[in-house]
């Protein structure tokens, strides 16, 4: 094994444990299996061009080529030569991948599932670090630039996961990291001679030398401080202290928003990834005695931003309702409906429970879980939902219009809070103009939440257009397409801007296809709709997504379904029960709709993106360099084919009449005697050039004939070999020796037939050596750049020495010019 094989490997093997960090990113470990075809792939191919001796630009490009292989097959479409050979519609494939990649990014929830796109980036990624690594530990001999790239792996899920990483994934990067440091230093030592103990011993080649025994103890202590600190240090939101207070260390308040604080869940990007889901798949079964509930809700988002609402950590340490016989106040104009609902999580790993609102008992969960009343949330910072089974009772309040219009005014402090979003302008004017001639709160919310019926061109589309605004709500609003997320912010966004408190809720609906009193609930159920406060009334909710795109939907008489709808400021009579859900057609339906009109259904791409044809470029390039090597051989050959019937025409000494060869030259003239030598010289240069292709000794102090004997024995059996070879070294001797050549007739056949006995009997890994990477061709390229840089060399120091002699201080000093 070459000396630096063994780093090249620990190389690869470093890349596989700084990537372990991706196991919190993905919910299996078939990208570990992906990646790791692609490290190998890469490591190997790097191996095979050092055995070469390829240049380190070669050894980048075969590792490229090798990687863009592997991606090839792992993600195939039936196009590629010879099954693994991309071509154009492989890459066009790859874009399509890495678009679904970019989208997933967006919408997916940690953990993510194995999507063929983001395989893609995860194996493109790591096969990218491992030839980096080992470019850098052992091409350029610098292994501590190898820990940029691996940081850059780790810095994936440090700024995905909303918790910190695992110590453990930690530990195992920085200890490849540490040991293939580690590795060079013991080779740049054993390379620089004998080593001694402290006490004069001398040491083996491979017995590790105290130096290098102090290293890894150090690297073990770093890693364990790295480790340890943090978890013991107050302050921090993972350290063992703040573990040990009473709640978990938290003041029951909760904290910031979205991302902020432990147990935090991005609720938009779990919902959205789960909708995107090829197929449907159970999540929650559901036995209620209630027949007609509302929504079964898990989380509330409160906290705004650019891009919309954003949840709070819930706080866990709260008791649960634990008074079955509860009842609610009466308030005029509703009625209470009691339910009892039992709930089976099947596929909903969350810190967060399904529950019904105003529920007054919940029994089968265990002391961890407590509710949090500010946002009617079930929580837990120290359990899962997983395989959990408990029962919900609740009293369900049903509303009417006239008992919301006659809901009171007073907000409290933190009520106020939540009826303020960003200004923007566009937004503002929108609202005041649906809001004019409105009285109270309800007929101005009934206002804002019939403006996203279908006679605005609203449209449920799970594919949200990209604006750029700046905005998500403006641009919903102006792109009129998105799916439940989109609908419950954007009329959150404007009863807020009318100057009412309005959030965000998520659950699930209410489902379909009830077997034994039992519905489960799958992926296609998840929904998110708004819930506005009315003053002595509390939260009620409205959902303004068109009821036919989701299964299950409610249709409450105080919001009724907005596909009967005819007006944006129509006033239904709520009071006449619900409506029927009609069919609501998931693109645009107004005829009037044209393409320039942005809530349209948007036009198809008319090519592909910028950086897919970059791409294709580059592979195109890094096959264009690895095919040069043969096609220069190609050409070479082409251009030592016989010339001399182009030049003259020659004629031919008899036996009788010549006294000399049947085929010796007799015309006298110059240029035909000069074009025949040539040609032969040209013959005998492209056997021997055959010969170091197929790796058969050239001896130059040979003669041509001592050369034909030689090459007797690789011919053996093929007598039309050994004619031809000895034709092409008879030629050459007449063109060296002879006061006249011999007839060039017949040299290109002489030389393809010696090539043919060559390949014949040579192996196969030779022939396609000779065939791809001809050893000839490389040679020549390797001595003219040897020359080159010779040259090179030579005139920068002759131009250093002038310049460092005339800006001597010597000569300046002595005034000398």
């Known amino acids: 094994m070459n000396s630096r094989h063994h780093v090249a490997v620990i190389g690869g093997i470093v890349t596989m444990l700084g990537s372990m960090s991706l196991l919190s990113i993905f919910s299996s470990w078939s990208w570990f299996f992906y990646a790791s075809g692609a490290v190998i792939a890469v490591v190997g191919t790097a191996m095979i061009a050092r055995r070469l001796r390829v240049p380190l630009w070669g050894q980048t490009l075969l590792m490229m080529a090798a990687l863009t292989v592997i991606l090839t097959l792992y993600f195939p479409t039936g196009a590629e030569f010879v099954g693994f050979i991309p071509t154009a519609e492989t890459f066009r494939h790859f874009g399509e991948l890495l678009g679904e990649a970019g989208a997933a990014i967006q919408q997916e929830a940690v953990p993510v599932p194995d999507l063929d796109g983001l395989l893609l980036i995860v194996t493109l990624g790591i096969g990218g670090v491992a030839i980096i690594v080992d470019l850098c530990a052992v091409g350029l001999r610098r292994p501590a630039l190898a820990g940029l790239a691996l940081l850059a792996i780790y810095s994936v899920p440090v700024a995905v996961l909303t918790t910190s990483v695992s110590f453990i994934q930690f530990g195992l990067g920085a200890a490849g990291f540490l040991w293939l440091l580690?590795?060079?230093?013991?080779?740049?030592?054993?390379?620089?001679?004998?080593?001694?103990?402290?006490?004069?011993?001398?040491?083996?080649?491979?017995?590790?030398?105290?130096?290098?025994?102090?290293?890894?103890?150090?690297?073990?202590?770093?890693?364990?401080?790295?480790?340890?600190?943090?978890?013991?240090?107050?302050?921090?939101?993972?350290?063992?202290?703040?573990?040990?207070?009473?709640?978990?260390?938290?003041?029951?308040?909760?904290t910031g928003a979205g991302t902020g604080g432990s147990g935090a869940v991005d609720l938009t990007a779990m919902l959205t990834g789960s909708l995107q889901r090829d197929r449907p798949y159970p999540m929650v079964r559901v036995t209620n005695s209630d027949p007609t509930p509302y929504y079964l809700r898990f989380g509330v988002a409160d906290q705004v931003n650019e891009n919309g609402f954003t949840s709070r950590v819930a706080a866990g340490n709260r008791a649960l309702p634990n008074d079955p016989d509860r009842a609610l106040p009466r308030i005029e104009g509703t009625s209470l409906e009691k339910g009892s609902a039992r709930i089976e999580i099947v596929d909903f790993d969350m810190p967060l429970a399904p529950i019904y609102l105003e529920a007054i008992d919940i029994d089968g969960l265990d002391p961890t879980w407590g509710l949090d009343r500010r946002f009617d949330v079930v929580a837990s910072r120290?359990?899962?939902?997983?395989?959990?089974?408990?029962?919900?009772?609740?009293?369900?309040?049903?509303?009417?219009?006239?008992?919301?219009?006659?809901?009171?005014?007073?907000?409290?402090?933190?009520?106020?809070?939540?009826?303020?979003?960003?200004?923007?302008?566009?937004?503002?004017?929108?609202?005041?103009?649906?809001?004019?001639?409105?009285?109270?709160?309800?007929?101005?919310?009934?206002?804002?939440?019939?403006?996203?019926?279908?006679?605005?061109?609203?449209?449920?589309?799970?594919?949200?257009?990209?604006?750029?605004?700046?905005?998500?709500?403006?641009?919903?609003?102006?792109?009129?397409?998105?799916?439940?997320?989109?609908?419950?912010?954007?009329?959150?966004w404007l009863v807020r801007a009318a100057g009412y408190p309005a959030r965000v809720a998520f659950g699930f609906t209410r489902g379909e296809n009830a077997i034994n009193g039992q519905v489960t609930l799958t992926n296609r159920n998840l929904h998110a709709w708004t819930e506005v406060y009315f003053p002595n009334l509390g939260w009620v909710p409205f959902d303004a997504t068109p009821s036919a795109s989701v299964p299950g939907s409610v249709?409450?008489?105080?919001?009724?379904?907005?596909?009967?709808?005819?007006?944006?400021?129509?006033?239904?009579?709520?009071?006449?029960?619900?409506?029927?859900?009609?069919?609501?057609?998931?693109?645009?339906?107004?005829?009037?709709?044209?393409?320039?009109?942005?809530?349209?259904?948007?036009?198809?791409?008319?090519?592909?993106?910028?950086?897919?044809?970059?791409?294709?470029?580059?592979?195109?390039?890094?096959?264009?360099?690895?095919?040069?090597?043969?096609v220069g051989r190609e050409l070479l050959r082409r251009r030592r084919r016989s010339r001399h019937q182009q030049v003259i025409a020659l004629d031919v000494a008899t036996a009788a009449g010549g006294?000399?060869?049947?085929?010796?030259?007799?015309?006298?003239?110059?240029?035909?005697?000069?074009?025949?030598?040539?040609?032969?010289?040209?013959?005998?240069?492209?056997?021997?050039?055959?010969?170091?292709?197929?790796?058969?000794?050239?001896?130059?102090?040979?003669?041509?004939?001592?050369?034909?004997?030689?090459?007797?024995?690789?011919?053996?059996?093929?007598?039309?070999?050994?004619?031809?070879?000895?034709?092409?070294?008879?030629?050459?001797?007449?063109?060296?020796?002879?006061?006249?050549?011999?007839?060039?007739?017949?040299?290109?056949?002489?030389?393809?037939?010696?090539?043919?006995t060559f390949a014949a009997q040579a192996t196969r890994w030779e022939r396609l050596s000779a065939t791809f990477m001809p050893r000839s061709t490389v040679l020549r390229w390797r001595l003219r750049w040897l020359r080159a840089s010779g040259y090179t060399v030579a005139r920068t120091g002759r131009w250093r020495d002038r310049l460092a002699a005339r800006l001597s201080p010597r000569r300046l000093l002595t005034g000398r010019r």
């Open 182 to 254: 580690i590795t060079d230093s013991v080779d740049r030592v054993r390379r620089f001679g004998r080593r001694f103990t402290g006490e004069g011993r001398d040491i083996d080649v491979w017995e590790p030398s105290p130096l290098a025994a102090a290293g890894r103890r150090l690297g073990i202590v770093g890693i364990v401080v790295a480790v340890l600190l943090p978890v013991v240090t107050p302050g921090l939101t993972t350290g063992l202290i703040d573990k040990l207070r009473p709640n978990g260390g938290t003041n029951g308040t909760g």
């Open 382 to 492: 120290q359990s899962s939902t997983v395989r959990k089974s408990y029962t919900v009772t609740y009293s369900r309040r049903v509303y009417t219009a006239d008992a919301l219009r006659r809901a009171g005014t007073y907000l409290n402090d933190e009520q106020v809070t939540l009826t303020t979003v960003p200004q923007v302008q566009e937004i503002t004017a929108l609202v005041k103009r649906l809001t004019t001639g409105k009285d109270t709160q309800y007929d101005k919310v009934r206002a804002l939440y019939n403006y996203f019926g279908p006679e605005n061109r609203f449209v449920y589309n799970l594919n949200v257009p990209k604006g750029d605004s700046g905005n998500a709500i403006v641009d919903f609003l102006r792109g009129r397409q998105g799916f439940c997320v989109q609908y419950a912010a954007a009329l959150a």
């Open 555 to 630: 249709d409450p008489g105080y919001a009724p379904d907005l596909v009967d709808t005819t007006t944006p400021g129509a006033q239904d009579d709520p009071d006449t029960g619900p409506r029927s859900t009609a069919e609501a057609s998931p693109g645009p339906t107004d005829p009037e709709a044209g393409p320039e009109d942005p809530g349209a259904a948007g036009g198809g791409d008319n090519g592909a993106p910028l950086w897919v044809w970059l791409t294709g470029l580059g592979v195109l390039l890094v096959l264009v360099v690895l095919a040069a090597p043969a």
């Open 659 to 756: 006294g000399g060869p049947s085929d010796l030259l007799s015309s006298a003239d110059p240029q035909g005697i000069a074009q025949a030598r040539h040609d032969a010289h040209q013959a005998w240069a492209e056997l021997l050039d055959t010969m170091t292709d197929f790796a058969i000794p050239v001896d130059p102090t040979e003669t041509p004939r001592a050369t034909a004997d030689r090459l007797a024995a690789v011919t053996g059996t093929d007598t039309d070999g050994e004619r031809a070879v000895t034709k092409l070294a008879r030629t050459e001797e007449f063109a060296r020796y002879a006061r006249r050549p011999l007839v060039p007739d017949g040299l290109d056949e002489a030389v393809r037939r010696a090539r043919d």
